[in-house]
T-cell receptor, first 111, second 113 residues
Framework: LAKTTQPISMDSYEGQEVNITCSHNNIATNDYITWYQQFPSQGPRFIIQGYKTKVTNEVASLFIPADRKSSTLSLPRVSLSDTAVYYCLVGPYNQGGKLIFGQGTELSVKP | NAGVTQTPKFQVLKTGQSMTLQCAQDMNHNSMYWYRQDPGMGLRLIYYSASEGTTDKGEVPNGYNVSRLNKREFSLRLESAAPSQTSVYFC????????????FGSGTRLTVV
């Protein structure tokens, strides 16, 4: 799986938009970009996945530039409940057998 | 509710004791995984089972053994617990090896004294 780099921590305030960038310079042609979210004292949960351009769902948006060497997870108008660790993973769509989670980005949302 | 169930939720062991962490899923998933998470760190893969009857080592398998009892259940055993194994353990499952399809349990917090 491709190595990823993301900020260790970020702070935000309620109502702001939060963008978390993940760098993956050695992404392969068949790799997808997947984000998981982990709340305190819970296991991670899948939030979004994309291959190129933009993907949006009810939780977040994922922006992927044409060269695919980075991606940005965007959380619109965050609330206190968005405080969590966000993990960026890059790898083939169907080779999660050795899914490796890095340190992730710890997002703290303040009132 | 459908999902991944882990037992126990909390456990304190003395060094050298053994124990088995249980995991069961009711989503008919083929693949199951065991991770550990230490403070301030991401999840590290201990073992995984791509399908019933198979198991493979992950990043940090030393000191652990696993059993894929059937399609639903995947257990993790510590034969002789060490303080370095103090951690939160998460079990996960997925239908196939799809990266997007992991469902995690709520974790087992293990302390070895």
């Amino acid at each position: 799986l491709a190595k990823t780099t993301q900020p260790i921590s970020m702070d935000s305030y309620e109502g702001q938009e939060v963008n978390i960038t993940c760098s993956h310079n050695n992404i392969a042609t068949n790799d997808y970009i997947t984000w998981y979210q982990q709340f305190p004292s819970q296991g991670p949960r899948f939030i979004i996945q994309g291959y190129k351009t933009k993907v949006t769902n009810e939780v977040a948006s994922l922006f992927i530039p044409a060269d695919r060497k980075s991606s940005t997870l965007s959380l619109p108008r965050v609330s206190l409940s968005d405080t969590a660790v966000y993990y960026c993973l890059v790898g083939p769509y169907n080779q999660g057998g050795k899914l490796i989670f890095g340190q992730g980005t710890e997002l703290s949302v303040k009132p | 509710n459908a999902g991944v169930t882990q037992t126990p939720k909390f456990q304190v062991l003395k060094t050298g004791q053994s124990m088995t962490l249980q995991c069961a899923q009711d989503m008919n998933h083929n693949s199951m995984y065991w991770y550990r998470q230490d403070p301030g760190m991401g999840l590290r893969l201990i073992y995984y089972s791509a399908s019933e009857g198979t198991t493979d080592k992950g990043e940090v398998p030393n000191g652990y053994n696993v059993s894929r009892l059937n399609k639903r259940e995947f257990s993790l055993r510590l034969e002789s617990a060490a303080p370095s194994q103090t951690s939160v353990y998460f079990c996960a499952s997925s239908a196939v090896n799809e990266v997007a399809g992991y469902t995690f349990g709520s974790g087992t917090r293990l302390t070895v004294v």
